[in-house]
């Protein structure tokens, strides 16, 4: 055989299977199906290296279990709305149509490069009116079902952008896409009813075995229940009370002072703030940070008195209210009680404005003072200063603190969440237009389903002036009312490119339906996806907004399931010179480069070898020429052998001591990639496996070929080593299966199954220690008793050296592993 041609081969096999539509699958059965599916991609223009570690993960996976025997779903698509589309229309006067079909477009090519084992007809294209259509249908399930509805609300504010934010999509009080500071501003605005599935989102995470724990903790933070206790502190001078919420009844005798979020509404309706002026000053400062911000431990907390007071209802003390920065109007209720003596954040507070710390809730064992505390305390202990409660246990204090406030009228028992309802509206052009038309006479109409989908048009303004560009279209504004006929407008937001993503994978299940946005046939065969692979980032975006979105058409009796994916891997980051690849700093290495110098195969293999999957990879060049390098020795490998196997039946007929051992690490290796593979994702240490494999058929050609050749069991050798090597490395096995002999696929081929007997060796290593230091090794027949293992060492010339002068105090033996030998 000629040397590796890594281009003409690929070039050949990526084209054998796209005309043979070789990867395209149907429902079966008869068959257990495997779907394997690696979040979509936004079409940015190129694939970088995190795209092709990405899919060469889930290729793997895919190629193993379709060898397995299983009917495997492996599709791919596109989630193509978003603001870099439209940010391209207004910086380079390209429409975002265009500039997103042309990037679709190269990066279609670039994943066929690589070879993946997609099923091309199930593309799906987020931005096309046939997908479009589906999200503006399931839009108006949510409606009619009182999940989705408007109300005017603060909201993250992008000037950059010139669009709303989720609390999600603010990253340290700016924006995630272009890092400029986030304001605040009062919008009417489109949410999904998220909160009305929060406990059922949280209990789920419970039957997610195959979920990392981190994903399922930080969703089950963000979610954030709390049950509580809501309090009513009476306003003095007034019949108006502050209410707030805790978790620890126990401490509200310890309550010091009240403090309120500057947009409480309590503010706005009292004319008499004693310190108005400075209040107000203050609001205006705050306004111009995010929730988010106002929520981290990093925020440096600050506050302003208002000169109002409360009473607490356990002690009947008055106490100060304040405004700080730190509460927030979309958690609780946008007021806090400060119990400095037992929460850090209030200690921290009331030292530096100079307000009382007064201690409720003493350890068991010295006694606190709050003069001298620089650290509150939180644990349970025994309850003190706190009236009719004094010296209950905290616990127990807990239930007898709220069942008096309840008892009173002054509270109710209530859970909280830190989880608010999905803001999905979005002034821009390019996103799912929502369904919604206005009319003068109707009201708030939802557009029919038969008239979906409501297109998006092509002549629109694309400037960023904080209104949607929808709205610069008068054929789009001016339509007429589904119930009355007369005049109406069009809503112009724009669906969040979260909701898109949060249902693709059902429409990869049927792609091409017209009538429906998925077969609940095909759906009922498919899901839940079995694998699902992608970057962690998206832990508490699109992994909750698509869980929720399952669970509500579950409820709606479109799909079975209400879980959408079974098991999750979050693969880690490529990194260059120790930090993220980023064209800002220079350091982006081009898959497209990779291929051109060193092929396909050589890539996916490199991305796969050099570390685990959930870990960060650095890149280096001198990996991934040795990888490079091994292929070449594979090639060589087989290609030595070729002729001479080409007309052999494999067999594995042992003859020789050579023979059983090659056997013997050929099923070792099978063993150790299945369950590298399948059971722990380790594909750097299934590579691994593979390389020494080929290290031994090397050492066998070298040493025994040539004396006691073996064709049948050899090729039974290379054969699997090609079996093996398939899902890492396409395109090169199914050229050297092909030069075997072979007219099938070796992707139709059948997964190898170790063989229990041949792992069995005849002769193991056993290592020697002298005072617990490694002296010797020696081979020895398996099973071999103690004493005779003993006898064996004390002959060894190499122990005698180490035991001259010495007395032997005692040997320990274990048999086909150690001896170790006591001596003075």
Same mark, same amino acid.
């Given at each position: 055989?000629?040397?590796?041609?890594?281009?003409?081969?690929?070039?050949?096999?990526?084209?054998?299977?796209?005309?043979?539509?070789?990867?395209?699958?149907?429902?079966?059965?008869?068959?257990?199906?495997?779907?394997?599916?690696?979040?979509?991609?936004?079409?940015?223009?190129?694939?970088?290296?995190?795209?092709?570690?990405?899919?060469?993960?889930?290729?793997?996976?895919?190629?193993?279990?379709?060898?397995?025997?299983?009917?495997?779903?492996?599709?791919?698509?596109?989630?193509?709305?978003?603001?870099?589309?439209?940010?391209?229309?207004?910086?380079?006067?390209?429409?975002?149509?265009?500039?997103?079909?042309?990037?679709?477009?190269?990066?279609?090519?670039?994943?066929?490069?690589?070879?993946?084992?997609?099923?091309?007809?199930?593309?799906?294209?987020?931005?096309?009116?046939?997908?479009?259509?589906?999200?503006?249908?399931?839009?108006?399930?949510?409606?009619?079902?009182?999940?989705?509805?408007?109300?005017?609300?603060?909201?993250?504010?992008?000037?950059?952008?010139?669009?709303?934010?989720?609390?999600?999509?603010?990253?340290?009080?700016?924006?995630?896409?272009?890092?400029?500071?986030?304001?605040?501003?009062?919008?009417?605005?489109?949410?999904?009813?998220?909160?009305?599935?929060?406990?059922?989102?949280?209990?789920?995470?419970?039957?997610?075995?195959?979920?990392?724990?981190?994903?399922?903790?930080?969703?089950?933070?963000?979610?954030?229940?709390?049950?509580?206790?809501?309090?009513?502190?009476? *306003?003095?001078?007034?019949?108006?009370?502050?209410?707030?919420?805790?978790?620890?009844?126990?401490?509200?005798?310890?309550?010091?002072?009240?403090?309120?979020?500057?947009?409480?509404?309590?503010?706005?309706?009292?004319?008499?703030?004693?310190?108005?002026?400075? %209040?107000?000053?203050?609001?205006?400062?705050?306004?111009?940070?995010?929730?988010?911000?106002?929520?981290?431990?990093?925020?440096? #907390?600050?506050?302003?008195?208002?000169?109002?007071?409360?009473?607490?209802?356990?002690?009947?003390?008055?106490?100060?209210?304040?405004?700080?920065?730190?509460?927030?109007?979309?958690?609780?209720?946008?007021?806090?009680?400060?119990?400095?003596?037992?929460?850090?954040?209030?200690?921290?507070?009331?030292?530096?404005?100079?307000?009382?710390?007064?201690?409720?809730?003493?350890?068991?064992?010295?006694?606190?003072?709050?003069?001298?505390?620089?650290?509150?305390?939180?644990?349970?202990?025994?309850?003190?200063?706190?009236?009719?409660?004094?010296?209950?246990?905290?616990?127990?204090?807990?239930?007898?603190?709220?069942?008096?406030?309840?008892?009173?009228?002054?509270?109710?028992?209530?859970?909280?969440?830190? *989880?608010?309802?999905?803001?999905?509206?979005?002034?821009?052009?390019?996103?799912?237009?929502?369904?919604?038309?206005?009319?003068?006479?109707?009201?708030?109409?939802?557009?029919?389903?038969?008239?979906?989908?409501?297109?998006?048009?092509?002549?629109?303004?694309?400037?960023?002036?904080?209104?949607?560009?929808?709205?610069?279209?008068?054929?789009?504004?001016?339509?007429?009312?589904?119930?009355?006929?007369?005049?109406?407008?069009?809503?112009?937001?724009?669906?969040?490119?979260?909701?898109?993503?949060?249902?693709?994978?059902?429409?990869?299940? +049927?792609?091409?339906?017209?009538?429906?946005?998925?077969?609940?046939?095909?759906?009922?065969?498919?899901?839940?996806?079995?694998?699902?692979?992608?970057?962690?980032?998206?832990?508490?975006?699109?992994?909750?907004?698509?869980?929720?979105?399952?669970?509500?058409?579950?409820?709606?009796?479109? %799909?079975?399931?209400?879980?959408?994916?079974?098991?999750?891997?979050?693969?880690?980051?490529?990194?260059?010179?120790?930090?993220?690849?980023?064209?800002?700093?220079?350091?982006?290495? +081009?898959?497209?480069?990779?291929?051109?110098?060193?092929?396909?195969?050589?890539?996916?293999?490199?991305?796969?070898?050099?570390?685990?999957?959930?870990?960060?990879?650095?890149?280096?060049?001198?990996?991934?020429?040795?990888?490079?390098?091994?292929?070449?020795?594979?090639?060589?490998?087989?290609?030595?052998?070729?002729?001479?196997?080409?007309?052999?039946?494999?067999?594995?007929?042992?003859?020789? #001591?050579?023979?059983?051992?090659?056997?013997?690490?050929?099923?070792?290796?099978?063993?150790?990639?299945?369950?590298?593979?399948?059971?722990?994702?380790?594909?750097?240490?299934?590579?691994?496996?593979?390389?020494?494999?080929?290290?031994? *058929?090397?050492?066998?050609?070298?040493?025994?070929?040539?004396?006691?050749?073996?064709?049948?069991?050899?090729?039974?050798?290379?054969?699997?080593?090609?079996?093996?090597?398939?899902?890492?490395?396409?395109?090169?096995?199914?050229?050297?299966?092909?030069?075997?002999?072979?007219?099938?696929?070796?992707?139709?081929?059948?997964?190898?199954?170790?063989?229990?007997?041949?792992?069995?060796?005849?002769?193991?290593?056993?290592?020697?220690?002298?005072?617990?230091?490694?002296?010797?090794?020696?081979?020895?027949?398996?099973?071999?008793?103690?004493?005779?293992?003993?006898?064996? %060492?004390?002959?060894?010339?190499?122990?005698?050296?180490?035991?001259?002068? #010495?007395?032997?105090?005692?040997?320990?033996?274990?048999?086909?592993?150690?001896?170790?030998?006591?001596?003075?």
């Amino acid at each position: 055989m000629e040397r590796y041609h890594f281009k003409q081969i690929e070039a050949k096999w990526q084209q054998k299977w796209q005309e043979q539509g070789f990867y395209q699958v149907g429902a079966d059965p008869s068959r257990p199906k495997y779907y394997l599916l690696e979040m979509f991609p936004y079409p940015s223009g190129d694939l970088h290296m995190g795209h092709v570690r990405n899919y060469s993960i889930g290729d793997v996976l895919a190629r193993f279990k379709r060898m397995r025997g299983f009917n495997v779903l492996h599709p791919m698509g596109w989630d193509a709305f978003g603001l870099p589309a439209e940010n391209a229309a207004i910086n380079r006067g390209v429409h975002p149509a265009d500039w997103t079909a042309r990037n679709i477009s190269n990066m279609r090519r670039q994943l066929q490069q690589l070879g993946l084992s997609y099923d091309w007809r199930r593309e799906v294209t987020t931005c096309l009116p046939d997908y479009y259509r589906w999200t503006q249908w399931l839009f108006l399930q949510l409606y009619h079902h009182g999940l989705a509805y408007k109300k005017k609300a603060p909201v993250n504010w992008c000037p950059s952008c010139a669009t709303v934010l989720a609390n999600e999509q603010v990253v340290d009080g700016a924006c995630e896409r272009c890092d400029t500071p986030v304001t605040k501003r009062e919008l009417e605005q489109w949410f999904f009813r998220i909160t009305d599935y929060a406990d059922r989102l949280l209990a789920g995470l419970d039957r997610l075995p195959g979920w990392p724990d981190k994903v399922k903790v930080m969703q089950e933070n963000w979610i954030g229940k709390s049950p509580g206790l809501e309090i009513d502190f009476v *306003l003095e001078g007034t019949d108006r009370t502050i209410t707030v919420f805790t978790t620890r009844p126990d401490t509200v005798a310890g309550v010091t002072y009240l403090v309120l979020a500057p947009e409480h509404e309590l503010l706005a309706f009292l004319g008499e703030v004693p310190n108005r002026s400075q %209040v107000e000053a203050f609001q205006e400062r705050v306004a111009r940070l995010s929730s988010v911000d106002r929520a981290s431990a990093e925020l440096e #907390k600050e506050g302003v008195p208002t000169g109002l007071y409360a009473v607490n209802p356990v002690t009947g003390e008055k106490v100060p209210v304040w405004v700080a920065n730190y509460v927030v109007t979309e958690y609780g209720t946008g007021a806090v009680m400060g119990v400095p003596a037992h929460d850090q954040r209030d200690l921290e507070f009331a030292r530096k404005y100079g307000l009382p710390v007064k201690v409720v809730i003493q350890p068991p064992a010295t006694p606190l003072e709050p003069e001298a505390m620089t650290q509150a305390y939180t644990e349970p202990g025994l309850m003190v200063n706190s009236g009719p409660f004094a010296g209950l246990e905290s616990e127990k204090g807990k239930e007898a603190v709220a069942d008096f406030i309840a008892a009173r009228g002054q509270g109710r028992r209530r859970v909280n969440y830190r *989880l608010r309802d999905w803001l999905i509206s979005r002034q821009r052009y390019w996103g799912a237009p929502i369904p919604i038309i206005y009319c003068p006479d109707c009201g708030e109409v939802p557009v029919p389903e038969a008239d979906l989908p409501v297109f998006l048009p092509r002549e629109v303004v694309f400037k960023p002036t904080g209104d949607s560009p929808l709205a610069t279209c008068a054929a789009f504004m001016h339509t007429t009312c589904p119930q009355c006929g007369r005049p109406a407008r069009r809503e112009t937001d724009t669906m969040d490119t979260f909701v898109c993503s949060s249902w693709y994978f059902l429409r990869y299940t +049927s792609p091409g339906d017209g009538r429906e946005p998925f077969t609940r046939q095909e759906t009922d065969y498919w899901m839940p996806v079995d694998q699902y692979i992608g970057g962690v980032e998206h832990a508490i975006l699109h992994l909750m907004y698509a869980r929720f979105f399952m669970k509500v058409m579950h409820d709606l009796g479109l %799909v079975l399931d209400d879980e959408p994916f079974t098991n999750l891997l979050t693969q880690g980051m490529v990194l260059k010179d120790g930090g993220k690849m980023s064209k800002s700093k220079g350091n982006i290495v +081009s898959p497209e480069e990779i291929i051109a110098a060193y092929g396909a195969d050589t890539a996916r293999l490199f991305i796969l070898f050099a570390a685990p999957p959930e870990r960060d990879l650095e890149w280096s060049e001198a990996g991934v020429e040795g990888c490079y390098r091994f292929l070449n020795r594979v090639w060589r490998l087989v290609s030595s052998w070729q002729g001479e196997l080409a007309e052999v039946s494999a067999a594995e007929t042992v003859k020789t #001591k050579a023979d059983r051992e090659l056997r013997r690490q050929v099923h070792a290796t099978v063993k150790k990639v299945t369950e590298d593979i399948e059971l722990r994702f380790n594909f750097n240490t299934a590579v691994s496996a593979i390389m020494e494999l080929v290290n031994a *058929l090397y050492q066998y050609r070298e040493e025994v070929w040539s004396r006691e050749p073996n064709p049948a069991l050899v090729k039974a050798a290379v054969e699997k080593l090609l079996l093996l090597l398939a899902p890492f490395t396409p395109h090169i096995t199914e050229e050297l299966w092909e030069a075997m002999g072979h007219r099938e696929s070796i992707h139709l081929a059948t997964w190898p199954v170790a063989d229990q007997e041949a792992l069995a060796a005849e002769e193991v290593t056993v290592v020697v220690q002298i005072n617990g230091k490694v002296r010797d090794r020696l081979t020895v027949p398996v099973g071999l008793r103690e004493q005779a293992l003993e006898e064996e %060492v004390l002959r060894r010339e190499r122990v005698a050296a180490y035991l001259a002068g #010495k007395e032997i105090v005692k040997m320990v033996s274990v048999p086909d592993r150690l001896v170790n030998i006591v001596c003075r």
